[in-house]
Every structure is written in structure tokens, then in C-alpha cells.
């Protein structure tokens, strides 16, 4: 096995539907920037709110990725 070096980032991610569709959002962001993405691990899920109703869903990520 060779050896490798990764990086982790933070990220978060919105929907107003679900905190799942909100890390779909971020991993899918995340995607289209960096290669070779290999763990999303969940660190905090919370819930923006007006007037006392839930109006979105935001889920914050740690993501690795292997650096070439």
C-alpha cells in the first residue's frame, strides 16, 4: 500500500427540505472542486429559523480528500 497524505475542509450545506438533501448539496459543491473525495463525516446539524418556524436545514461536514 503506498503512502498518502489527505487533506480535510469544513463545509456546510443548505435545504430547506432536509439536513440529508443539505449534505447532498455540500458533498456535491465539493465534488465539482477537489478530486478523489473519500470520507464526509457529519460534525453538527442544525435548523435556521424565522418567526419561530423551521425555514431550512443546514448540515456541517468535515470532508478528506487524497492530495496528489
Known amino acids: 500500500m ?3 497524505v489527505y487533506k ?3 463545509v456546510v450545506g ?3 427540505k432536509s ?3 443539505a449534505a447532498k448539496a455540500a458533498v456535491g459543491t465539493v465534488d465539482s ?3 478523489d473525495m473519500r470520507v464526509a463525516e457529519v ?3 442544525d435548523m ?3 418567526d419561530n418556524r423551521i425555514v431550512g436545514y ?3 461536514l468535515k470532508v478528506s480528500f487524497k492530495l496528489e
Open 14 to 16: 443548505f435545504s430547506e
Open 43 to 45: 460534525v453538527k446539524m
Open 48 to 50: 435556521r429559523l424565522e
Open 2 to 4: 503506498d503512502n498518502s
Open 33 to 35: 472542486s477537489v478530486r
Open 19 to 21: 439536513w440529508e438533501d
Open 58 to 60: 443546514r448540515t456541517k
Open 8 to 10: 480535510i475542509i469544513e
